[in-house]
């Protein structure tokens, strides 16, 4: 969601924070600004809308100085505005903040009450008050930052510096991520490695409920449970060439494109010719496996429409009772089984409710382990972690991240069954060998695009969409409609096909299309599907059937025949990617915002 940088160094400030803030914008946003420190002046810009509105205003009024911290706002508290607009200037201080302050309102007052004066609707500016209000009683910047932080209850990551303390940076993070980077310019903080990666070639991760300070070229840690009096840096992995589109018009439909090699990437990691190994899950393979009675698969968004197939494929192939559900309905369970472990999904690795399930897992006692993309999120630092080799996806509508974590979901599937005498070697080796033609088989859906092309156009004057699918493909009929309404702004619902029935069918009139998703190859779901499809045509709505296999007899609705496929899971991955070019292609004939979509976050780190 939000976005923050921070620089302190021997360059200037306005260039490596506006590149930050640039490279930050992909997470969501609706107003943005920078603060810097001048010759004992602290310099405000800010802008509404895009990052190119405040590069445009720092052309004509430049924010000079070699101190300095930046940030994207995501309303919260308050409506987007240029007074609502990041950093936040009470005073002396200034601050960028992420996530939610809680107790903002009972804060507030209490200022309000001591004769403190607000100018903002933000939870922000109750830190920067209660900071300011410590320096003005004659406190050091980290003592009244140590105070503040002791008030709130929330979660956080906060960079302010002050006119008491100009040649220092002060961070804090709590729940939400925080990184320091160490580069030949000086030192550079950020919520996100990806805003950073052009000016660092170190990194050091701020721990959880630390206070640290940057000062020259130093890092000193304040309220740090280990003891540890500095950052501990690494080598920076991350290719900034990664983060470019490459010729393609947008970023969205680079990473769909990318998918025949992440998903080779992922498989590659974990399987070797008939075995498939997980290294980071000896804390399960010390457990008596046949003692597992449920598998919690948690997630949000379109991993959770991962941990549903992921769900199928447990029961499959484990012989194990599989339970998706949403990681914000998760934490209100009442009962978790004991004889149980959690697998918890997310691209980012810091999505707030997730993390937070984690935690609760953690608290019972429950052996736990992530599937993520980020290898050195608050996730997988949290916990063991399944990284899917997907690269950096940048688009705020997830893609590349989605397949494989549907792949890494089938590979522990088929892991588990063997583990548990479901499968034997001879049949895990079969099912592996048919996902070696999975390169192959997502560049025969690619070369479908002019098709895809073809039906966007065909959906432009629908009143709304309905998405149709049994057993996997019912998630994908999800996913589907998800991806549509958030890139195209198109109303579009997913459902399983057999609960048209009850109540959805009160919906299907003319102007509806229905884009409904079969296997051909399953007899049952075939049939059962070709009814269902039959009562939405006889009620006037336009159907379009997008299927892999044979059909078997002629249709007299429209239909997209994709790749044969090997099996099931091959065609559940094929389908998925043909969504993903469906949705792409009426977002770019609506022309809206394929990347950034309105209203919407990459990383969604508040719950």
């Not at 070699?66 to 940030?71: A, E, K, N």
């Not at 070696?436 to 004057?461: F, M, P």
Request: proline share 4%; with cysteine; net charge neutral.
């Amino acid at each position: 969601m939000c976005g923050i940088v921070g620089y302190i160094g021997r360059g200037q400030a306005q260039e490596i924070l506006l590149e930050g803030l640039k490279r930050l914008a992909y997470r969501g946003y609706d107003s943005c600004g920078i603060a810097t420190y001048n010759s004992g002046e602290l310099v405000l810009r800010k802008a509404l809308g895009k990052v190119a509105n405040l590069e445009a205003l720092l052309n004509e009024q430049p924010a000079e100085g070699s101190v300095g911290i930046g940030h994207t706002r995501w309303a919260t508290h308050g409506r987007p505005s240029l007074v609502n607009a990041h950093p936040i200037r009470v005073g002396a201080c200034v601050v960028v903040h992420n996530g939610i302050i809680e107790n903002y309102a009972e804060l507030k007052d209490e200022l309000l009450a001591r004769g403190r004066v607000f100018e903002t609707d933000t939870d922000t500016e109750v830190i920067a008050q209660l900071i300011e209000e410590g320096v003005r009683s004659g406190k050091s910047p980290e003592e009244s930052l140590d105070e503040a932080l002791g008030r709130l209850r929330g979660s956080y990551a906060i960079l302010f510096f002050c006119l008491f303390k100009p040649e220092a940076l002060f961070l804090a993070r709590k729940d939400l991520p925080l990184v320091v980077g160490r580069g030949r310019l000086g030192l550079v903080a950020s919520s996100d490695t990806f805003a950073i990666a052009s000016f660092v070639e170190e990194v050091g991760y701020v721990p959880d409920g630390a206070v640290v300070v940057l000062q020259g070229e130093s890092t000193k840690v304040f309220r740090e449970k280990s003891g540890a009096e500095s950052l501990t840096f690494e080598r920076l992995l991350f290719r900034d060439m990664d983060m470019e589109k490459k010729g393609f018009k947008h970023f969205l439909l680079k990473e769909i494109f990318e998918q025949p090699l992440a998903l080779m990437r992922t498989l590659e990691a974990y399987v070797n010719e008939d075995l498939v190994a997980f290294d980071s899950l000896t804390h399960l393979e010390n457990k008596n496996l046949n003692d597992l009675d449920v598998v919690y698969l948690i997630g949000c968004g379109t991993a959770y429409h991962a941990a549903m197939l992921g769900k199928c494929f447990f029961r499959e192939f484990a012989g194990v009772e599989a339970v998706s559900e949403i990681s914000s309905e998760f934490r209100l369970r009442g009962y978790l089984n004991p004889k149980s472990c959690g697998v918890l999904i997310s691209q980012s690795g810091e999505t707030a409710d997730t993390l937070a399930a984690l935690k609760m897992l953690q608290k019972a006692g429950i052996p736990s382990f992530a599937i993520t993309n980020v290898a050195h999120s608050t996730l997988a630092r949290s916990t063991p972690a399944l990284l899917t080799m997907a690269g950096p996806e940048v688009s705020v509508a997830s893609t590349k991240a989605f397949t494989t974590q549907v792949l890494v979901l089938y590979l522990l599937a088929l892991w588990l069954g063997l583990r548990k005498g479901r499968i034997d070697p001879l049949t895990l080796g079969s099912k592996l060998s048919t996902l070696r033609g999975l390169a192959a088989s997502i560049d025969h859906t690619l070369n479908r695009w002019k098709e895809v092309q073809h039906l966007a156009g065909g959906l432009l004057d629908a009143k709304y969409l309905v998405y149709l699918g049994k057993g996997p493909f019912m998630p994908l009929a999800l996913e589907g409609a998800l991806k549509i309404k958030e890139i195209a702004y198109v109303h579009a619902e997913g459902y399983p096909a057999g609960e048209m029935k009850h109540g959805p069918i009160a919906l299907i009139e003319p102007g509806v299309r229905v884009i409904a998703l079969l296997d051909a190859n399953d007899g049952v779901h075939r049939d059962k599907m070709l009814a269902t499809i039959e009562e939405m045509r006889s009620r006037g709505a336009e159907v379009f059937l997008m299927h892999t296999g044979r059909l078997g007899k002629e249709c007299v609705f429209p239909t997209l025949a994709l790749p044969s496929v090997a099996c099931p899971f091959l065609a559940t991955i094929s389908v998925a990617v043909t969504l993903q070019l469906l949705a792409y292609a009426v977002a770019v004939l609506k022309g809206t915002d394929v990347d950034q979509p309105r209203n919407l976050a990459k990383s969604v780190t508040v719950e």
